[in-house]
Every structure is written in C-alpha cells, then in structure tokens.
C-alpha cells in the first residue's frame, strides 16, 4: 500500500502532499484483540479529507491475529 501512496503523492501539488500526510498522521488503527493502536500512515495508508469512521479487516502487527481494526480519527 505504502507504493501506491508514494504514487499518488508524487502526482499533487506540494502543499497537497503535506496536507495529505497531517491529515493521514492524525488516523489511528486500533486492533479488536489487544487494543494496540498505530498511526495509518506508518501503515502504508492515504486518507485524506476523509470523515466518519472506517473498519479495515487486517492482522495486527503487535498480537498476530487477524481482526476488524477500526479506523479512528484523533
């Protein structure tokens, strides 16, 4: 994921790329099982302007299992 970010990226405008990744760093990713949370962009992910609340299933990087992560902003 972390390349298609890089491409996409590598297509805006400079004030867009850095508003882009503010707005991506302030997504959190907290696992179902253990409760460990990341931020998406160390994940690989892009979400910019985006609003609400997202789930992702995906395996967790900490505890190993794979779950519903939920994707929270703040």
Do not use: F
Not at 17 to 30: D, G, K, L, M
Not at 50 to 64: F, N
Request: with cysteine; aromatic share 6%; net charge positive.
């Amino acid at each position: 994921m972390a390349i298609l970010r890089t491409c996409i990226l590598a297509l805006m405008p400079q004030s867009w790329r850095a508003s882009a990744e503010a707005a991506t760093r302030e997504w959190r990713v907290i696992c179902p099982n253990c409760g460990s949370t990341n931020t998406l962009w160390d994940l690989g992910g892009l979400r910019w302007k985006a609003t609400g609340s997202k789930v992702w299933p995906r395996r967790c990087g900490a505890c190993g299992k794979i779950g519903v992560h939920t994707l929270t902003r703040g």
